[in-house]
């Protein structure tokens, strides 16, 4: 009913740049709020950053002041703009969208299929 489809992973040496988007489709729906978690092996998937439809936004303590999240409304898009990346931040990220769907007024938890970020020299 609703998609969530991860794109920018990938490879990149410390101190360096990836962005990470996710977009939602489907039905027609009102988005409560999406989000970005990551787990690396051997430990648990954590929070990395929120974004309610307010624009209020909650960081992890790890990934302040290095990564952005922010949203775009009318493309139901939110992005992950992660600066000096570190070793530490090698995980696969997961979207997530609190969802409520308008037709039937439910509210549901999406995941995105995940994306490899590997920060390595």
């Known amino acids: 009913q609703v998609q969530l489809v991860e794109s920018g992973g990938g490879l990149v040496q410390p101190g360096g740049s990836l962005r990470l988007s996710c977009a939602a489709s489907g039905r027609i729906f009102s988005i409560n709020s999406m989000g970005w978690y990551r787990q690396a092996p051997g430990k648990q998937r954590e929070l990395v950053a929120g974004?309610?439809?307010?624009?209020?936004?909650d960081y992890a303590d790890a990934v302040k002041g290095r990564f952005t999240i922010s949203k775009d409304n009318v493309k139901n898009e939110v992005l992950l703009q992660m600066n000096s990346l570190k070793p530490e931040d090698t995980a696969v990220y997961y979207c997530?969208?609190?969802?409520?769907?308008?037709?039937?007024?439910?509210?549901?938890?999406?995941w995105g299929q995940g994306t490899q970020v590997t920060v390595s020299s």
């Open positions: 997530n969208a609190d969802v409520l769907d308008v037709i039937n007024h439910r509210s549901y938890d999406y």
């Open positions: 974004i309610t439809s307010g624009g209020n936004t």
